[in-house]
């Protein structure tokens, strides 16, 4: 390369686009092309990125297999940053092959950090840990070991592993300013804000409270019983039961977890469960049906027991019950949780990482939009949806993640 080449890659290093740019504006060359793409991705400019990137990959020779492949990863890169989530995962890989076998083990790694982040996003934790096993962040310079603490933070959180989290940020700090780059500083202590803000609400005896993320992990561990509205399971005596696809269930064990020790009348429990505005004879016996059929999900954990005016929970071994409810009730809340990272996601991205169908996804936008909740920008196969981040909580458990003991 020469001097040129060399100055602006080393300014796009240092978080410096604008310096690169200065640089090699006015140059065509495969290098130049590849630099000023990665360069308008630091400006934020992701459409034009992604074209110079790719016209860079078309302009180095058969010959030029390293200098292909990065420029395959700087597209992952962009196409990662866009949520352009079915971006071809295949080509990444191929490209990290080929950087391996030659040698670049930093791209090589930060491939590797791509497909990672990727799976963290649509929520496959378990892939995305076994892509991190494979990696030492020792000898990596300071912006990708800040990289891999960043993930690990990722997978710690979304896990509800807030001690893990909370040491991963601190290494990712410590690293972040040996870097120097103010970017990087601030995407750090942006990822460190979740810990400190309420991740859920306590219900519990007619009160209500906020949990930051690690009360929500004591909480987990302790021995009460949980009617888990975040993720619509019953978690007691280490036993996980899910009603996600039981709705009329949930709905029931959670009327009767947010009342007890108190029972509930049963015309409020038609009212909930079946949205009924005045219960008669239909309801009341449908609702013996449904509660005989709670009895049987819940016996290993609580019983129902009939009373003068209704029914209430009896926990077998818990102390205590409460509900863990989402900071925010709102069907929309997972679309609204993943809008809230201030990226621009396209629906089928959002499909993809809530794994329900592009039509519902679009739906729900549509909703939102008319709302004044979201907005888009584009048109056709470009159209982007975006929101600020949603102030004063953090949208972890609102996310499409197993908790610990799923």
Known sequence: MDSLVTAAARAL??????????????????????????????????????????????????????????CVVAEAEIALVSRDLNWPTKALESARATLEAHGDRLNAAHARYLAVRRLLLIGRLDEAERGLAGLDPTPFPPPLRTAHELVVAGVALRRLQTRAARAALERAGRAARLAGIPALIA????????????????????????????EVETLLASNALIVDACRHVIRGAGTVIPLASRPVLFV???????????????????????????????????????????RSVLRTVAGVSATRRGFMLVPQHAQQVVVLARPVEDRHAPVLALLADG????????????????????RNLDTLAAQGKVQSLGRGRARRWMTPPMPGFTTTLLLPAPLPID
């Open 252 to 294: 029931l064990a959670r009327v009767l977890a947010e009342a007890w020790p108190h029972d509930v009348p049963r015309d409020v429990l038609v009212a909930r469960a079946f949205r009924a505005r005045a219960a008669d004879e239909s309801h009341r016996a449908r609702l013996r049906v449904e509660l005989g059929r709670l």
């Open 343 to 362: 990226e621009s996601w396209s629906s089928s991205a959002l499909a993809l990482a809530l794994g329900a169908s592009q039509r519902t996804v679009q």
């Open 187 to 214: 995407e750090v202590e942006n990822a460190a804000l979740v810990l400190n803000a309420p991740a859920a609400r306590l219900l519990a005896g007619g009160d209500e409270r906020p949990l930051l993320l690690d």
């Open 13 to 70: 290093a240092a978080g410096d686009p604008l310096g690169a740019l200065n640089r090699v504006a006015l140059r065509n060359d495969a290098p130049a092309l590849a630099l000023r793409g990665i360069a308008m991705a630091q400006l934020g400019d992701l459409v034009r990125a992604k074209a110079l990137v790719r016209s860079a990959a078309r302009a180095f020779g058969a010959r030029e297999a390293v200098a292909r492949a990065r």
